[in-house]
């Protein structure tokens, strides 16, 4: 049997899904329920004309983050890329303060200042959002470099996409992974494309898959498919394990899909670099979430009525988040220049010492 | 003249030099299949194939060090940025190998390179993505770089970057990708190193490059209009190598300059022309120079805060106001 083979069945009895309990997995699907909401929302007010710039939706990709960030503790860490949101409601960031800074308000998560694609909330563990394809990966090597340093037993879950793993900035990250038995671990979220190319035009791999590149490094890897949230927990557990108990990295490759285009404005997604028919298999086939609902109601868990209000509530919490957001203020003008400094901010004296700023 | 597009002049000019050079073709990210992130090159790659028109992963340090090195061998690759912000990923092919190899083989190589793409804010797109590094550029010598602001200018001086023998850094503006302008019929370049007086004006000169350039006539257009003041617009067009004549005789002209630039204010284009118009033309200064550039942190996201952000014709009417 292949990995992907072997991940295809069923992963409900793995003592760390077994051991969930009803109310465990309803949280599950509830948390990826309320990050599709949140997401179909902030695309129709995108078209609006009230969100700015870039809005990369992680629709169709929801059991990757939540399932993950479920087997976190307190002492664990997290960071991804630009396609942030579901990570980000995933660690338990609220859904007014990831509207707001779409709207660029003050209240937003970064008070307006960093978007879609910067949200940060070092509170949660959450390291960010970031924008530049990959520039994350050697910061989830520093955040665990840093575990390790202050002997914090914990481990880093570094999210990347596959066009990502191209990128040099990754592949020097690995090796000091590797050499320094860092306990980070990469999560690469294949969903078949960067933008608009496909892995075959962009990507050089063994027959194993994208992560087997890991054994070019010493670094212990799978693949797996991601639709299934209690798959996704059970594989990344093991990784967990690895870097609990051995302080060492791991690459996972977890096969999922993008339902929307790479940004709101992607010309071509749904009629050239890949077909509509593509996109709707894919929907009938993985949804992560009614699948999972499939499971649940099978398992005796979920009731079609829960299953109903849990939706609605969604839907609730959404339209409250964009109340809020509507109704708070954009940032004063002298915030543009607050936030750069820490010394400027806080009036220390090193702040206080030398020309800060040139306007 | 027929109007086009910025965008159009770009792709005109691509067209022209592959058909005209078979050591030119293009590369970067979604430039090909896609059409580009910003469709500046749509149809090159249905025109001319993947033998011309190729497409690279993200790998912008390999990809971008690859046209270095096929520059060295005499190819001339026109490499896409899909935004000049991702250049920080490059840089040490940027700065290191294509600034430094001719000098440091005392001149036995060249490197006919073109980088291109755009580098602008005002899109909300971020800090991570509205870098304007055109002063970190022209702060390396043997980089050349110019930011075109009409499409005229972007189609003239992009064919002459592509001729040129050295490496020129072109950094274009996706909010003027869908703008119209006349462009010239024909064979049009552009030389590097030759300025362009947008606008003639007696009583006051804005020097700008990019999009700054269009704030500065918009502002020019505002200055008569409520004041009957005569602004000149000297658009740089390329910053290095620098059209410093033009500059300086516009000064002596009008005796008063306000500078203008969408780059963040230390070290940026600004800094180095308020330095040269000083030593080369101060007694002809009737009052300090006055600059105009980005509010000095990095590129805010909030839409309405990023305007406030970047410079308005507003802003530069009242720098241009306390010296007149
Ligand atoms: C260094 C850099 N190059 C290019 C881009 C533009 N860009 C943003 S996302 C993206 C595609 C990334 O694809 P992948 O890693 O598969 O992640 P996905 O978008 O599929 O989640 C590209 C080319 C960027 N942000 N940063
Ligand atoms: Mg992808």
């Known amino acids: ?359 | 003249m027929p109007k086009l597009t910025y965008r159009q002049a770009l792709n005109d000019a691509f067209s022209e030099e592959i058909e005209r050079d078979e050591n030119v073709f293009l590369m970067g990210e979604e430039v090909a299949q896609y059409d580009g992130a910003y469709k500046v090159t749509q149809g090159l790659w249905k025109k001319y194939g993947d033998y011309r028109v190729v497409d690279a992963p993200i790998s912008e340090a390999g990809f971008i060090g690859l046209g270095v090195g096929a520059s060295m061998l005499g190819l001339r690759p026109v490499m896409e940025l899909m935004f000049w912000s991702f250049a920080y990923v490059a840089f040490d092919q940027l700065i290191n190998n294509a600034g430094n190899i001719r000098y440091m083989s005392g001149g036995l190589i060249h490197c006919p390179i073109v980088i291109r793409g755009p580098a602008n804010g005002g899109t909300n797109v971020g800090a991570t993505h509205s870098h304007t590094p055109e002063n970190f550029i022209a702060n390396t010598p043997g980089l050349k770089v110019c930011c075109p602001a009409t499409a005229a200018d972007a189609k003239g001086l992009m064919k002459t970057a592509i001729r040129d023998n050295d490496p020129v850094y072109v950094m274009e503006n996706t909010l003027l990708y869908g703008e119209e302008w006349e462009v010239p019929e024909g064979e049009h370049l552009v030389p590097l190193g030759k300025a362009d007086v947008k606008r003639e004006g007696s009583d006051i000169t804005f020097v700008a490059h990019g999009r700054a350039v269009i704030t500065s006539l918009q502002a020019a257009d505002i200055l008569e209009a409520e004041r009957g003041i005569k602004a000149e617009v000297v658009d740089l067009r390329s910053i290095r190598p620098l059209d410093a004549d033009t500059v300086l005789n516009s000064v002596k002209k009008t005796n008063r300059v306000v500078l203008v630039e969408e780059n963040k204010p230390f070290c940026g284009v600004g800094a180095q022309l308020a330095s040269m118009i000083q030593l080369e033309a101060f007694d002809h200064l009737d009052a300090p120079i006055q600059r105009v550039s980005s509010i000095d942190a990095p590129a805010i996201y909030s839409p309405p805060l990023e305007k406030v952000q970047l410079p308005s014709p507003a802003d530069v009417v009242a720098a241009a106001e306390k010296i007149l």
């Open chain 1, 1 to 359: 049997m292949t990995n992907m083979e072997q991940a295809e069945e069923s992963h409900a009895a793995d003592p760390i899904n077994a051991s969930l309990s009803a109310e465990e997995k309803i949280g599950l699907y509830r948390d990826m329920v309320r990050i599709r909401r949140f997401e179909q929302t902030t695309l129709s007010i995108y078209q609006k004309g009230k969100i700015g710039g870039f809005l990369h939706l992680y629709i169709g990709q929801e059991s990757l983050a939540v399932g993950a960030v479920s087997l976190l503790g307190d002492t664990d860490h997290v960071i991804t890329a630009y396609r942030d949101h579901g990570h980000a409601l995933a660690v338990g960031m609220s859904m007014n303060e990831c509207m707001a800074e779409l709207y660029g308000k003050a209240t937003g998560c970064s008070k307006g200042k960093g978007g879609s694609m910067h949200y940060f909330a070092p509170d949660k563990n959450f390291w960010g959002g970031h924008g530049i394809v990959a520039g994350q990966t050697p910061l989830g090597a520093g955040l665990a470099f840093a575990l390790k340093y202050r002997k914090v037993p914990g481990a880093v879950l570094c999210f990347l996409g596959d066009g990502a793993i191209n990128q040099g900035a990754f592949h020097e990250a690995l090796n000091l992974a590797s050499l320094w038995d860092l306990p980070v671990i990469y999560v690469i979220e294949n969903n078949g494309y960067s933008m608009g190319t496909s892995q075959l035009r962009s990507t050089a791999h063994p027959q194993g898959g994208l992560a087997q590149r890991a054994e070019g490094y010493g670094i212990a890897w799978d693949i797996f498919p991601g639709a299934d949230v209690y798959t996704m927990r059970a594989c990344t557990q093991k990784a967990i394990d690895r870097a609990y108990k051995k302080s060492r990295p791991t690459i996972l490759e977890v096969v999922t899909y993008r339902y929307q285009g790479h940004s709101v404005a992607d010309s071509k997604h749904k009629d050239g670099y890949r077909t509509k028919e593509e996109i709707e298999a894919q929907k009938t086939l993985n949804d992560p979430i009614a699948r999972f609902k499939k499971i649940l109601i099978e398992e005796g868990v979920l009731a079609e009525e829960q299953s109903k209000e849990i939706q609605a509530a969604a839907k609730l919490e959404v339209d409250l988040a964009v109340k809020f957001a509507e109704e708070s203020p954009f940032p004063e003008e002298a915030a543009i220049t607050e936030d750069v400094y820490y010394e400027v901010d806080e009036k220390t004296e090193a702040g206080r010492t030398g020309r800060h700023f040139f306007n």
